[in-house]
């Protein structure tokens, strides 16, 4: 029973870290450490049981006699501690899988690697392609290159604006409609707040600002970069496509240096 009990715990521990390795759903890697945890429990629990006395029994105490010393050891070495082994090993390891992240992501070069091209149509996260008067003046939405509604690095926002008050190249922004990536270039939070009375894009984690009308470059915080644009065009059916992909690599600077 114990020996069960270990074996599920080392298996849910290990395929908790390969999942986490692969990005699968961290809910599933919950899932996978709770069992793990239940399985370290269980064996605790039979272990405590086996240890019982299976009766109240006492005798008196005595100093035992002095034996002359063995040149055999004693030792409980065996099943339980190799398994207690493993179960530490997998433990440790996926201990080990989330440090992962925090490492520096490989070098992007301009114009890859984030699912944008020239032509692609930009949709909302349902997946329904956008009109350039889709979007009201002052509004803003949340957009995605069509079919891959899964690339988090893509996520774009798209504000319309002013025609008149417009400063950068009308070419890239038809019917006042501009697109920036969603990523703040401080430390990769989502930029999720856009006040049209000041044509300001702010980012809520650590309060950079980024001023829409010149491009989303930083006016205040400690982002000292301007939030890559996409540039913008009509199609052929009259849904707004990209030029390309973004002007700059997306992300903090440290996700663009190499390693």
């Known amino acids: 029973m114990k020996n069960a009990l270990m074996a599920v715990t080392i298996a849910a521990t290990l395929a908790a870290a390969i999942t986490a390795a692969l990005h699968i759903d961290p809910g599933i890697v919950g899932v996978l450490v709770a069992v793990a945890f239940a399985g370290v429990a269980g064996w605790a629990g ?28 004693v030792t409980r070495a065996g099943v339980f501690g190799r398994l207690w082994g493993f179960a530490a090993g997998a433990f440790a390891l996926a201990g080990l899988v989330p440090l992962v992240s925090l490492g520096r992501r490989s070098p992007r070069t301009r114009g890859t690697g984030t699912g944008w091209a020239r032509g ?18 002052g509004g803003v ?13 893509a996520a774009t926002l798209l504000i319309r604006v002013d025609v008149d008050a417009m400063m950068t190249d ?23 707040i856009y006040r049209h009375a000041d044509y300001l894009l702010y980012c809520p984690c650590h309060q950079s600002q980024f001023a829409v009308l010149f491009g989303a470059k930083p006016v205040s915080g400690p982002a000292t970069r301007a ?33």
């Open 120 to 137: 692609t149509r930009l949709v909302t996260p349902d997946g329904q392609p956008v009109r350039p008067g889709d979007v009201a003046v």
């Open 46 to 73: 039979k272990a405590a049981i086996d240890l019982r006395a299976p009766d109240d029994c006492s005798e008196p105490r005595h100093r035992p006699a002095v034996t002359a010393t063995s040149d055999i050891p």
């Open 227 to 259: 939030l890559p644009q996409l540039g913008l065009e009509v199609g052929p059916d009259g849904y707004l496509v990209a030029r390309g992909d973004f002007n700059a690599p997306v992300g903090p600077d440290d996700w663009n240096r190499p390693l």
């Open 170 to 192: 009308h070419a890239l922004s038809p019917n006042g409609n501009l697109a920036f990536s969603k990523i703040c270039t401080h430390a990769g939070c989502p930029v999720a």
């Open 141 to 153: 939405t949340t957009v995605f290159p069509e079919g891959r509604l899964d690339a988090g690095d």
